[in-house]
């Protein structure tokens, strides 16, 4: 894939760029290591100073990157200020709290003292998706830094400005050259950086093969990764829920992002007393919505990223129905310039279809029907995938029968699935392992060295001789 900003709305190419060629790649591997080296001296204080002043940056820039996300993605112009303003949220929380996170802990044993110190690895490669260009990012970013690691960023190939901003929010904020690095190259270069001995880690946020071939990768030179992969989140429904909150929220849960999103709800398991109902809401929903121009104040889907992925889309929704699914609106791609997909609803999807198992990145739902909360759950974990849940009901019995049964790295009961810079944020099976945010992301990519001191014995006096 050629690296250029190609407008998701018009098809026009705004702007290419050429890879960086191998002694380019060098330099900023040694720029990346000096780096390591200064940062790690500096204290808390002085780091946080710095993300302090990328988060002021993010919140009064952020309408011009966000027109330069919209501009390279094509989510809604409301919905890319939001992100960028969710990623000063990150920076500050980091700023705020790194050092508590990264304080020594003292364990008791039969030392003299005996801790636990955690200190920062080194440069860390991280292989980021253009469904969230700059939240992505962000969320490895400020932990990484403020924990004294520097950052390598192989940003998707179609956000590159996207990319070459957030280089520059860091280098601007007052971070030590070399600290946070955008490295314009294809992914066949992505297997070189890992093995280069200046490369600690890597962290991909993308889809399942990617993961996999990254994995394997690192596993060449034991080499440590966090991988957040694809997802299918189940919404599931019950009787006892407020049905028309439900599904005004599983709308929105659908759509977010232009319904490209991996924790996106996409498979709306319903109970059979309630799904009539709310097939009606749901459908009426996503029929009303706007589809157009993401930067109109009234949009609320736009196109998707690429015409390929339009393109994939659209073959998994025919392949549904070719199966014996029903489709209940949308199913098509929009006439006109830009990669316009409507709003679509899937029923009766059969397991021979491929789709019900694929993860739909896009405007796309299927809805199941199921008998109870035991189906409800068995159909929900009949996944590969395993990020977000999101359950409905206002049964305590239930809630828990959800908690303690849905196989997902998050579990949200009454709400939609989001990411908080407060809370873990990853998934199990083919959606990845390790956790971004809070605490836990942070002490991903560091060093957590034992320290244990014996006890001083003097020796016992001699006795006097002559």
């Not at 098509?332 to 990669?339: F, I, P, Q, Y």
């Not at 990020?387 to 029968?401: I, M, P, R, V, Y």
Request: proline residues 5%.
């Amino acid at each position: 894939m050629a690296i250029a900003t190609i407008n998701p709305a018009t098809g026009e190419t705004l702007k290419t760029f050429e890879p960086l060629t191998a002694a380019e790649i060098e330099q900023r591997l040694q720029k990346a290591e000096a780096a390591f080296q200064a940062l790690k001296k500096t204290t808390f204080a002085w780091r946080a100073e710095k993300m302090l002043e990328a988060a002021c940056l993010l919140e009064t820039e952020k309408e011009a990157l966000g027109r330069l996300a919209t501009s390279e993605m094509g989510k809604t112009f409301k919905a890319a200020v939001e992100e960028v303003a969710k990623c000063a949220l990150a920076c500050r929380y980091y700023a705020e709290n790194a050092e508590t996170f990264m304080a020594p802990q003292d364990i008791a044993t039969n030392a003299s003292h005996s801790y636990v110190r955690y200190e920062p690895i080194g440069p860390v490669l991280a292989v980021m998706p253009w469904n969230f260009p700059y939240w992505q990012v962000f969320r490895f970013a400020a932990p990484a830094l403020m924990a004294g690691n520097v950052g390598l960023l192989k940003h998707s190939s179609n956000v590159p400005q996207c990319a070459l901003a957030i280089e520059d929010i860091f280098r601007r904020a007052g971070f030590p050259e070399g600290s946070f690095q955008t490295l314009l190259v294809g992914a066949d270069r992505v297997p070189d950086l890992i093995a280069d001995r200046r490369v600690k880690a890597a962290t991909l946020t993308g889809s399942d093969p990617a993961g996999r071939s990254l994995a394997t990768e690192a596993g060449k030179h034991l080499k440590k990764v966090v991988l957040e992969l694809g997802g299918s989140d189940p919404f599931i429904i019950m009787p006892s829920a407020n049905l028309e909150e439900a599904a005004r929220t599983a709308v929105r849960a659908r759509v977010i992002n232009n319904g490209q999103s991996c924790i996106a709800a996409k498979r709306f398991i319903v109970a059979e007393s309630i799904a009539d109902e709310f097939e009606r809401l749901f459908v009426a929903g996503l029929a009303s919505l706007k589809v157009g121009d993401p930067f109109e104040a009234a949009t609320e889907v736009g196109p998707l990223a690429t015409a390929t992925i339009r393109d994939e889309l659209h073959a998994q929704v025919e392949q549904a129905v070719a199966a014996g699914a029903t489709l209940l609106t949308g199913g098509k791609k929009l006439a006109g310039a830009g990669n316009y997909y409507a709003p679509t609803v899937l029923t009766n999807v059969p397991k021979s279809s491929p789709s019900y198992y694929e993860e739909l990145f896009g405007p796309v739902a299927q809805v199941f029907r199921v008998k109870n909360i035991e189906e409800a759950i068995a159909v929900a974990n009949d996944s590969p995938f395993g990020l977000g849940s999101s359950a409905w009901t206002n049964d305590e019995t239930e809630k828990q029968q959800f908690v303690e049964g849905l196989e997902a790295g998050a579990v949200f009961i009454n709400g939609m699935v989001a990411s908080d810079p407060r809370l873990p944020f990853g998934g199990v099976k083919d959606s990845g392992f390790g956790r971004e945010l809070s605490r836990a992301g942070l002490l991903e990519f560091l060093n957590m060295k034992t320290i244990w001191i014996g006890k001083f014995e003097p020796e016992k006096a001699l006795p006097d001789t002559e």
